[in-house]
Antibody
Framework: QVHLQESGPGLVRPSEILSLTCAVS?????????WSWVRQPPEKGLEWIGQVYRRGTTNYNPSLRSRVTISIAQSENQISLRLSSVTAADTAMYYC??????????WGRGTLVTVSS | QSALTQPASVSGSPGQSITVSCTGT?????????VSWFQQHPGKAPKLIIY???NRPSGVSNRFSGSKSGSTASLTISGLQAEDEADYYC??????????FGTGTKVTVL
């Protein structure tokens, strides 16, 4: 059974870089599936951020593409998210998700990131 | 890309059936049979309950069913139970190789 665990700083300053990792256990990031990041601002809806495939191929939400980088660290069996030039609007719960085809299948518990000075 | 449109809230009495709609465009819902639905209880991560329009993952109650007509997808919950009270989100794969979520629907069991 694959398990996903997100981690990273809970507080990021405005204009800085938000950096998160997702540790995968019970499976490998090189398995034949995509991995996505999804976020949810407090009391608001879900927003897809982007996805990465085992060979490093990525696709991003057009509204975030200029600020987002998602990558795979094979040796650590992790997926990473970097979001630059953050503002208060980037305050959210960030989820790591394993795909099962063209759908978001298995979700991590999420990690809350607050952008504030 | 704009969020898919869902009603803000739907309610029903125990044992009744309710339907949640999810309206998109011919660039997302109408383009593929890749609509999925998630259930989210307060403080919890979303849980997949329907994928590829009408398929249920193993372990999900058969009281949940999905369908699609044109650019509108629907989630039906039959035999409504207290534990079904939650937020529900649809999502669709899109022609721009991305995913778009619905605005979310709060289901209340009266």
């Amino acid at each position: 059974q694959v398990h996903l665990q997100e981690s990273g700083p809970g507080l990021v300053r405005p204009s800085e870089i938000l950096s998160l990792t997702c540790a995968v256990s019970g499976g490998s990031v090189t398995d034949d599936n995509w991995w996505s990041w999804v976020r949810q601002p407090p009391e608001k809806g879900l927003e897809w951020i982007g996805q990465v495939y085992r060979r490093g191929t990525t696709n991003y939400n057009p509204s975030l593409r200029s600020r987002v980088t998602i990558s795979i660290a094979q040796s650590e069996n992790q997926i990473s998210l970097r979001l630059s030039s953050v503002t208060a609007a980037d305050t959210a719960m960030y989820y790591c998700v394993k795909h099962g085809g063209k759908y978001l299948d298995l979700w991590g518990r999420g990690t809350l990131v607050t952008v504030s000075s | 890309q704009s969020a898919l449109t869902q009603p803000a809230s739907v309610s029903g009495s125990p044992g009744q059936s309710i339907t949640v709609s999810c309206t998109g465009t011919n660039s997302d819902v109408g383009a593929f049979n890749y609509v999925s639905w998630f259930q989210q209880h307060p403080g919890k991560a979303p849980k997949l309950i329907i994928y590829d329009v009408s398929n249920r993952p193993s372990g999900v109650s058969n009281r949940f069913s999905g369908s699609k007509s044109g650019s509108t997808a629907s989630l039906t919950i039959s035999g409504l139970q207290a534990e079904d009270e939650a937020d529900y989100y649809c999502t669709s794969y899109t022609t721009t190789i991305s995913y778009v979520f619905g605005t979310g629907t709060k289901v209340t069991v009266l």
